[in-house]
């Protein structure tokens, strides 16, 4: 069983730039997992924002590309999100997520909160 634990998340002005960390736990093949962060607006169906699979294969929704960057760090069991020139649609909870390749099995964080409000 996999434990994520999301941080980072807050309330920040239009353009402006947060850095969002998810601490792995449960697992000592961190490597193996595809990590992701997925989003959810107000009102609105859960997106996939960024994937970071294990071999360093790296994908971003559209309308983050240029602005967000997904990385990891295996030796810390730590993926993260850094988000730049921030607008009012990134509103929304931030789920980070993880599945070991070749498994089904998707595990999910508790999700944090980024609000871009002027």
């Known amino acids: 069983q996999v434990q994520l634990v999301e941080s980072g998340g807050g309330l920040v002005q239009p353009g402006g730039s947060l850095r969002l960390s998810c601490a792995a736990s449960?697992?000592?093949?961190?490597?193996?997992?595809?990590m992701g962060w997925y989003r959810q607006a107000p009102g609105k169906q859960r997106e996939l924002v960024a994937t970071?699979?294990?071999?360093?294969?790296?994908s971003y929704a559209d309308s983050v590309k240029g602005r967000f960057t997904i990385s990891r760090d295996n030796a810390k069991n730590t993926v993260y999100l850094q988000m730049n020139s921030l607008k009012l649609e990134d509103t929304g909870d931030y789920y980070c997520?993880?599945?070991?390749?070749?498994?089904?099995?998707?595990?999910w964080g508790q999700g944090t909160q980024v609000t871009v409000s002027s």
């Open positions: 970071n699979g294990g071999s360093g294969s790296i």
């Open positions: 997520t993880a599945r070991r390749l070749g498994t089904p099995t998707t595990y």
């Open positions: 449960g697992s000592s093949m961190f490597s193996m997992y595809t």
